[in-house]
């Protein structure tokens, strides 16, 4: 999995940014959240990626920071939800904003977003609600090591985040202590789960 590209910015638009990375561009669907945090073009920009395989096409998303990768990991698991009204979730609130509403129970903020209705505001509150919630109990997996990425790549499988993340940490117990690699720490999780 590319978890970031880091490089020389060679193009940006609010809808894709291309990065230069040792003489391969990459190019990344974002949103224009991250294209309003992104640099003038020539100059080095990190975006977070997530690769995503829909209908035998590879597409790379970016994002400014983990934060709003997480965010739109989790909003993917939502029935009904791609990654194109992801997106527009996202050009039209700063994640930040969108997951206070969830929390909030906000749906009348939801339906300005282009592609979601009142029905589908209140369908997004009620799955997202419990899985924004637990991002702060204690405990859970720090998004930045290797508990975060192996619970973000069960979620990526389509385990909910507050069984991904528990399933992690138990993998983590289970090892007694011992460092492990992601790969090792996922398959651990998945045999718990």
């Known amino acids: ?55 035998e096409k590879l597409q790379l998303y970016g994002f400014s920071d983990r934060s709003e990768r997480d965010v739109f990991l989790k909003t993917l698991a939502v029935p009904g939800v791609g990654p194109k009204l992801a997106l527009a979730i996202f050009s039209a609130l700063r994640p930040e904003r969108f997951r206070e509403a969830v929390r909030g129970g906000d749906t009348t903020l939801l339906p300005r977003v282009p592609g979601i209705g009142r029905k589908s505001a209140e369908r997004l509150v009620v799955e997202l ?7 702060g109990e204690p405990g859970a997996p720090a998004p930045g090591g290797v508990a975060g990425e192996a619970a973000l790549a069960l979620e990526a499988l ?18 007694g202590g011992k460092e492990m690699t992601l790969e090792e720490l996922v398959r651990e999780a998945l045999r718990l789960v």
Do not use: H, N, Q, W
């Open 158 to 175: 389509g385990f909910p985040g507050g069984k991904a993340s528990r399933a992690v940490e138990r993998a983590i117990a289970a090892g």
């Open 129 to 135: 609600k419990g899985r924004f919630e637990e991002e």
């Open 1 to 55: 999995m590319i978890a970031y590209v880091r490089g020389r910015l060679a193009e940006k638009s609010p809808a894709r940014a291309v990065v230069d990375v040792g003489g391969v561009g990459f190019d990344l669907l974002i949103s224009l959240s991250t294209y309003e945090d992104l640099p003038v073009e020539g100059k080095e920009a990190t975006l977070f990626t997530l690769p995503y395989l829909r209908e």
